[in-house]
């Protein structure tokens, strides 16, 4: 019982700091949110909060990390070579930057760099399970959660299936490597098989809910059984106020511009 | 209202409802699989949605989108999560369309896909323009610059980019959701609530104007 409330404390915990993070994106300039990125790097390796959750999670967050630094450079290129604002900062082989569009790149890049990470630590610190586990906690209907954990199961399985069809399609003769028009209507072909075996494990897995009594008015909750009290840590409830403050602050200076 | 939505949501879930729009869910986030697989130059990344939409109905297809979105983002694809406004209107349109019965016939299916791509190109062309500078890192990244270059502003260039991709993806994707519906059995199709949606009601089914037992 513990141990779930202090779970549950833990992801809310983690939630509002990413909310915090997602205000700070939003409202701050590129330099403050270079900083804020960094920062972030920093908590994640140090912050127990924030920390992977397993070797697996840290490495799919580099990955992540990597990926939208790529893309922050860019959009600040892209930018910097389209948006024919301000100076010229720098010419590469006869093409000039300016440098007007290398800060709206910077800005919007940065701001998604950290977005990209803030959401990159909370599902790499929380298993999807658990997540999913949180949301049932908090109030969230027992279908959703439920259609959640349901379509974790078919992501993992729906990948084989596919590559066993296609590979037997294939070899019955389906031209998979014909023009493009032809390749639509294959995709058709492909997706038919899948799509009747789905709904032949959906037609059993509806089953069982229903004799379980899933769509039943008097069906017990879940927080009936377990008794989890809906409250906001202090570490929660402090993100939430300075996330307040920022939104307050940035209100006031664009009310006085 | 809330009472409301509560009750259709019931009736959409019902059932086969709840296990296949999770495996919407899914389809949604494996169908690039295929596509990368057969080298069709499209993300095709809705044909759950619009499917869950069609068989089940408008509120369980919202969820789908929004639940593709959610895990998409946390299995690497973090931008997706800013996009489930888009994911909500396309939810919302095709099952409000094919509660018209405009998935019974081909030619209402592709003006419906003409028309959820305009209105997609719409709804995304904010996001992708202000929180992503209209790089997505896709092919279309091109088409953008394309626009950009000659003149044109960042958010008008966005909405032009997706004005010429967005119809033919949907488009496509409605055809093929309207090519699945209809090659299922009809033992199937009448397990799912939006089932009628497919299929018309029988003459022998509609009560006879003139008997007077029918209530």
Redesign the interface.
Known sequence: MSNLLNQIQLIGDRLSFVLLVVVCAFVFPWEANLCVFLLLLILQTTSSLLRPSSAKAGL?FR??VRY?LL?TL??VA??AL??REGKIIAEVFGVSLFQGGAI??LT??L??LV??TA??IL?GSTP?AE?ADYLGNVGLPS??V???L??????ET??HR??RI?TAQEARGVP?RSN?FA??R???I???P???S??I???D???S??LRG??SESRISREGLVGVRRTISRRSAFFLLLASAVITLRLALWLTQ | MRGWIRDQ??RE???????????G???N??LG???T?????MY?DS?GTI?VAVLCGPLSAM?TGS??NT?G????S??M??FIPVVLVIGAFTGFIASRGWFRVWYLVLLGGILQGLLAALVSAPISA??????M?AGT?FLV?YF??IGHS?LESVLYQGFASDPIDKT?SYL?AF??VH??PGS?LA?FYGGRNITRPAIDEQPPESDPTHR
């Open positions: 799919l990955r992540f939208f893309l860019l959009m892209v930018n389209l948006l709206f790149g919007t890049g701001r998604l977005l990209a959401l990159g599902f999807l997540f279908s959703v439920l259609t959640l349901l379509s974790l199961y078919f992501v729906l990948p596919i590559s296609f998979v493009l390749r639509i294959v995709f058709s492909l997706l038919m899948l799509m009747l789905s709904i494990e959906s037609i897995r509806g089953m809910l229903e899933f769509h | 949501f019931r879930i019902a059932g086969i409802g709840l296990p296949f729009l999770a495996f869910v899914a389809l986030l494996t699989q295929l596509t697989a057969l080298k069709i130059p095709l044909v499917l969820l639940l593709a895990l983002s946390a299995l690497g973090p931008g999560i800013f202000y929180l992503f500078g209209g790089v890192m990244d610059m950009r270059s960042l496509v093929i090519f699945i090659n299922l199937i397990r």
